[in-house]
């Protein structure tokens, strides 16, 4: 028995599967591929440093909660209502 192509028969692996969604999603936004990368590698490390930064804070008011009333003298100048 020969063996043809090689391609016919065989599924798709899971990298194959992530390039057919990213070719469908540029496809739809309109953008090439590098672009639909492009944007999604910018937005995947704008996420990373904002865990950074939410981190950081986190370890800063471990290490020095805020004092009772601290922020007492603010609070009249937040508006948290409509306008």
Do not use: D
């Not at 992530?18 to 999604?40: D, H, P, Q, W």
């Not at 904002?50 to 007492?72: A, D, T, V």
């Amino acid at each position: 028995m020969s063996q043809s192509s090689g391609l016919r028969g065989r599924l798709p692996n899971k990298g194959e599967k992530n390039c057919n969604v990213v070719e469908s999603m540029a496809k739809k936004l309109g953008i090439t591929r590098s672009g639909f990368t492009r944007e999604a590698l910018r937005a995947a490390l704008a996420r990373s440093k904002e865990r950074e930064i939410e981190r950081k804070h986190r370890e800063g008011y471990l290490r020095k909660p805020p004092k009772r009333g601290e922020f007492q003298a603010w609070e009249k100048e937040q508006v948290w209502g409509e306008p």
